[in-house]
């Protein structure tokens, strides 16, 4: 018997056991073998091991995949392109022999670039003083102990807090603040975006708003320091995310009630993923003005843990 033989009678005897039905077995005397149907659909009640079974004999034997019991007869919509262009994801890059393809790794050290710049942005001072931020610093002393002593980026320096005292308005409903955290290149592009409709809504709803503050080198928690210090009862802070490969430029808006005496985490509403890739700076800036809002009339941000 031929190899090509034993090939056509062992892919009979599988596909017969997977519910094909038996199929006129292979002989030494077959000169050429009947036309090869697909693998049939597997039994909606089948074992995930005869499903993984079907895969197997269906790329060991060139066939057409079947359908599983979690797909059935569904099909595509659209083309590959279709679903390729609703993601930034890296998906279908294809390959060169066991090499991504050039243009991928190229796309790739750029976005890690970028994303590498952005940990190590500033704020921009003629964007702060195009919104009247005053410009804070956190307790750190530079990037690098930014980076390796997070305690630090929690707490606004005694210097600043000098200049809170000096220049900030004590007791409104809100207080307005960034920080760069993670990307000050994120802060730079989307607040100037964002502020401009916060404000406008508070306005609108007659709620005194403090002296817009952005904090370098700072966390979240830096926020709520500042906050504290002007006594307003809710913090309204723009954060710069954590960069990734799809963006650099992410932020992320928390509004946080602060007339609590016990405080934790939970006790903070956030709305992630703000840029133009993701959420868009304006319905961000739209959400952030309706949890204030909102905020201010139940004295509460979050859940109760």
């Known amino acids: 018997m031929s190899g090509k033989n034993l090939e056509d009678l062992i892919r009979d005897v599988v596909m017969a ?19 090869q149907p697909a693998l049939p659909a597997a039994d909606p009640i089948g074992t995930p091991h005869r499903v993984a079974l079907g895969k197997k ?15 059935g007869a569904w099909a595509p ?24 393809r050039t243009d991928t790794i190229l796309s790739f050290q750029a976005d890690h670039a970028a994303a590498r710049d952005a ?18 610093q956190s307790a750190t002393r530079d990037r690098t102990e930014f980076l ?21 308005l004590r007791g409104a409903k809100v207080q307005l603040a960034a920080v760069d955290g993670l990307s000050a290149a994120a802060i730079n592009k989307n607040l100037p975006l964002v502020f401009p409709v916060i404000v406008e809504r508070m306005k609108a709803a007659g709620v005194s708003l403090g002296t817009p503050c952005g904090i370098s080198r ?10 504290r210090s002007t006594e307003a009862d809710v913090l309204c802070l723009l954060v710069g995310e954590r960069p ?38 304006v319905d961000g800036a739209n959400q952030a003005a309706d949890l204030i809002l909102q905020a201010l009339r139940e004295k509460r941000t979050g859940v109760v843990m």
Request: aromatic share 4%.
């Open 17 to 35: 056991e997977l519910g094909a039905g038996a199929l006129p077995a292979a002989s030494a005397a077959t000169v050429a073998p009947p036309p």
């Open 57 to 71: 004999v269906s790329r060991w034997a060139g066939l057409p995949l079947a359908p599983t019991p979690a797909t």
């Open 77 to 100: 919509a659209g083309s590959r392109g279709d679903y390729l262009a609703q993601t930034v994801a890296r998906l279908g890059v294809g390959r060169v022999g066991v090499r991504y």
């Open 119 to 136: 940990v190590a942005s500033d704020l921009d001072p003629a964007m702060m003083a195009a919104h009247g931020l005053v410009h804070l």
């Open 148 to 168: 390796v002593r997070p305690d630090l980026g929690r707490t606004v320096s005694d210097e600043s807090l000098a200049i809170v005292q000096q220049r900030c």
């Open 218 to 227: 700072g966390r979240v928690a830096a926020g709520d320091h500042l906050a």
């Open 244 to 281: 990734g490969l799809n963006t650099a430029c992410s932020m992320g808006i928390y509004i946080t009630y602060m007339k609590v005496q016990r405080f934790s985490e939970a006790m903070r509403y956030l709305i992630s993923n703000v840029h133009s890739g993701g959420l868009q700076p």
